[in-house]
């Protein structure tokens, strides 16, 4: 074959791999954290919102699922400073990643909720409760157990999608991969060990998370 | 050189043509794929059962575009140099047959397995049974979720632009470079990727709900 494989120059560069694997991970919590919040609106939205609100969602999920992510953050970072809005890389990605997991995560949260049984809502109002807290105390938490699965895997993805982000040169995992490979002349060698570290992440991650829903939703029916 | 859209749009819709030729060309290839796994996972369950999770892991747990730059760098050390549309074309079509199998492995599971039984019992062999029994009847309801991972492998072509190959995504990146007007070609070309991915979530809907009062 004529060919050695020498995995030494990615060691002497731990340091920027470790810091992009810190940066892909930071991106993936900061679209975690603000899609969720956004997801569950959204979906409530989708459900009882007004004609025009509920009209507005869905145009929204329909236009990001149907569109790829590249795509997405290339608007986001070339298109939008031509508005007048201006974001650096790092605002880009985060802002494109949690769009898109939004998109996803709505249609998952609203089928979880269609999934709870009427009853559990009559029962709140029965109990005397406000619509907003039955929704919060009863619906969400029997919802959320429902579709925590599907929730975790659509994270999983967004995190493993992000690696599109080293593309606006966002010193993520990926970002660092290239650095490297260009410094060393080792292509192969570096987009085998980031990939073998995008795995390990997404398996740490979804044991973690699997981990995490077991005490959540404990007793709950899943 | 200033650029109109009537010189932009025709040449992103061209563009388009590429992305459909190697969404075409992954998902034939994908399908093969995970036809063979899917075989090999039912004929030969001692090892293929183990097998084909771990395949089916490494690719859904790992990025598409580093699987993409694995293959573009990875097959010139062997001696096989390739172009961008090739190293594209292989990667997806790795991609795709892991998704189509883990997706094909549910339908399958869903036939009672008193089919496997009754065909085994008229002294059918496992081809026979897969060819006749098996897989007619995992085919209707494999339909709407593969044709819902078409939207995504077609979205998925997209990535076949950061190697080089010359599709919708990098005629956009070229055209907005040329024009300076990154906000109206990208937009062009998220409505011609919607363009192409709405109708085909359209019908993975509607298969799915023929099927829910079909059955």
Redesign the interface.
């Known amino acids: 074959?004529g060919?050695d494989f020498d995995f030494t120059a990615i060691a002497a560069n731990s340091g920027l791999l470790l810091h992009g694997a810190g940066l892909t991970l930071g991106l993936t919590a900061i679209a975690a954290t603000l899609g969720m919040a956004l997801s569950i609106g959204g979906a409530a939205t989708v459900l009882w919102g007004s004609p025009w609100a509920q009209r507005l969602v869905r145009l929204y999920v329909?236009?990001i699922?149907?569109?790829?992510?590249?795509?997405?953050l290339?608007?986001i970072f070339?298109?939008?400073?031509?508005?007048g809005v201006k974001l650096s890389a790092f605002e880009a990605a985060a802002v494109a990643m949690t769009i898109n997991l939004t998109a996803y995560g709505i249609e998952i949260t609203r089928a979880g909720i269609e999934a709870v049984p009427p009853g559990q809502r009559e029962a709140g109002y029965a109990v005397g409760l406000t619509p907003l807290s039955t929704f919060l105390y009863i619906i969400l938490p029997q919802a959320i157990a429902v579709v925590y699965p599907s929730l975790v895997s659509q994270i999983?993805i967004t995190m493993?999608?992000?690696?599109?982000v080293?593309?606006v040169a966002v010193t993520d995992l990926?970002h660092a991969?290239d650095l490297i490979?260009s410094r060393t002349y080792r292509?192969?060698e570096t987009?085998?060990v980031?990939?073998l570290i995008?795995?390990g992440m997404?398996?740490t991650l979804r044991a973690l998370f699997n981990r995490a829903g077991r005490r959540l939703f404990a007793g709950k029916p899943a | 050189m200033t650029l109109s859209l009537a010189d932009i749009i025709p040449f992103l819709l061209l563009a388009a043509r590429w992305t459909l030729l190697l969404s075409a060309i992954a998902f034939i290839g994908g399908a093969s794929g995970a036809l063979l796994l899917l075989l090999w996972r039912y004929g030969a369950p001692r090892t293929g059962r183990r097998a084909t999770a771990i395949y089916i892991q490494l690719l859904q747990g790992t990025p598409l575009l580093l699987q993409l730059f694995l293959v573009f760098f990875g097959l010139p050390l062997l001696g096989v140099e390739v172009s961008p549309l090739a190293a594209a074309s292989i990667a997806l079509t790795l991609y795709a047959s892991a998704f189509l199998a883990e997706i094909w492995r549910g339908c399958v599971d869903a036939i009672p397995l008193g089919q496997w039984d009754a065909s085994a019992s008229l002294g059918m062999n496992f081809v026979t049974q897969m060819r006749y029994i098996i897989l007619p009847q995992s085919l209707k309801i494999a339909i709407p979720p593969t044709v819902g991972f078409l939207v995504q492998l077609l979205k998925s072509t997209a990535l076949a632009s950061i190697v080089g190959f010359n599709e919708l995504t990098r005629s956009g990146q070229i055209v907005a470079n040329a024009t300076f007007k990154p906000f109206l070609i990208y937009a062009l070309v998220a409505l011609i990727y919607f363009a192409m991915c709405y109708p085909l979530t359209l019908g993975s809907r509607a298969l799915e709900r023929r099927m829910r009062i079909t059955r």
């Open positions: 074959m060919y329909e236009a699922r149907n569109t790829p992510f590249i795509v997405q290339f608007f070339f298109g939008l400073p031509s508005l999983i493993l999608e992000s690696a599109v080293s593309q990926t991969a490979q292509a192969f987009y085998f980031v990939t995008y795995l997404a398996l």
